[in-house]
């Protein structure tokens, strides 16, 4: 599960700015199905669309799944990941862009209401989620450079309802960077940084790398 957020002040316009859930589907048709009917059904922001990243074996059966006007599908290229996620930030028309991922679930369905409102603020880069594993414990709630190698997930461990140090495991935070499961970032900052960096950060990282230039 993920999106575990306490609710705090935040500004978007009368008029709600379409969101792109780019969704990164892997190769299992009833997983990515199941998903895809989810972020539908458990989302209670209406301007938003998904994309879907995905094989070609998929794209088929999935549009056919899902004939709706908010709904399509960019075929995953032999290519970098940063390259395949590029790609369908292009094939996309959300002011604002969240990267999701099969194995994601929306625990309220004011999350993407919550991600967008801070995205859509200038000051911010991007903004990213609570993300916890099955067992409702912390899997990531933003990332922190200078241990565990070279950066380490905030709160890794911790229940669901601890506070942590200072209640920080309670609270609205400001990271180094957030990862690529749930980042949400306003699409003029996106193009302004080029997207993600797909020559040096291909295949890990660039989420990272992209949120310290976005910032």
Not at 131 to 149: W, Y
Not at 173 to 198: C, K, P, W, Y
């Amino acid at each position: 599960g993920i999106y575990d957020l306490h609710r705090v002040s935040y500004v978007l316009p009368e008029k709600a700015p379409r969101v792109s859930l780019i969704l990164r589907a892997g190769p299992d048709l009833d997983a990515a199905k199941k998903t895809i009917e989810t972020f539908f059904g458990e989302t209670g922001y209406e301007n938003f669309e998904i994309v879907a990243l995905c094989g070609e074996d998929l794209t088929k059966d999935l549009e056919n799944a899902f004939r709706r006007e908010n709904f399509k599908t960019v075929k995953r290229e032999n290519r970098s990941e940063a390259e395949n996620l590029n790609r369908a930030v292009l094939q996309s028309s959300g002011e604002i862009l969240c990267f999701v991922e099969t194995n994601l679930r929306p625990l309220e369905k004011g999350w993407l209401e919550e991600l967008a409102g801070f995205a859509f603020q200038k000051e911010i880069g991007a903004s990213g989620a609570k993300i916890l594993e099955r067992d409702e414990t912390v899997l990531d709630a933003g990332l922190i450079f200078g241990f565990d190698g070279l950066m380490g997930p905030a709160h890794r461990g911790l229940s669901r309802e601890a506070d942590g140090n200072f209640y920080r495991a309670r609270v609205i935070n400001n990271f180094s960077a957030v990862s690529i499961s749930g980042l949400t970032t306003h699409r003029a900052a996106f193009d302004e940084a080029g997207g993600f960096d797909a020559e040096n950060t291909p295949d890990a990282l660039f989420a990272a790398d992209y949120c310290l230039r976005a910032g």
